[in-house]
Nanobody, 124 residues
Framework: QVQLVESGGGLVQAGGSLRLSCTASGRTFNSYRVGWFRQAPGKEREFVAA????????SHADFVKGRFTISRDNAKNTVYLQMNSLKPEDTAVYYC?????????????????WGQGTQVTVSS
């Protein structure tokens, strides 16, 4: 079992920045791939970014490329999502998720454990 806790969400003006953190407890975190997803009201959960267990391979959704960056510090059991140049359309609940295995995944089904989510609200 892996328990995930997200933090760092909040209210920010358009153009601002936030850094989300996902801290894991339980089983060895550095054997899991980690992804960030988001879900806005009335919409499906969508992929934002993912990183392999080693941190050497990353993927970002097209709509966040150049603005968001995923990274991880396995010594701290933490994965980060640095979000810059935020837009009102980035408003959503952001979830981190962990999945066993060395390969990257950009789909919800590729993850076994989920955090409770953290709200990000971007005002115009």
């Amino acid at each position: 079992q892996v328990q995930l806790v997200e933090s760092g969400g909040g209210l920010v003006q358009a153009g601002g920045s936030l850094r989300l953190s996902c801290t894991a407890s339980g089983r060895t975190f550095n054997s899991y791939r980690v992804g960030w997803f988001r879900q806005a009201p009335g919409k499906e959960r969508e992929f934002v970014a993912a990183i392999t267990w080693s941190g050497t391979i990353r993927s970002h959704a097209d709509f966040v490329k150049g603005r968001f960056t995923i990274s991880r510090d396995n010594a701290k059991n933490t994965v980060y999502l640095q979000m810059n140049s935020l837009k009102p359309e980035d408003t959503a609940v952001y979830y981190c998720a962990a999945g066993a295995g060395p390969l990257l995944s950009t789909v919800v089904a590729g993850y076994d454990y989920w955090g409770q989510g953290t709200q990000v609200t971007v005002s115009s």
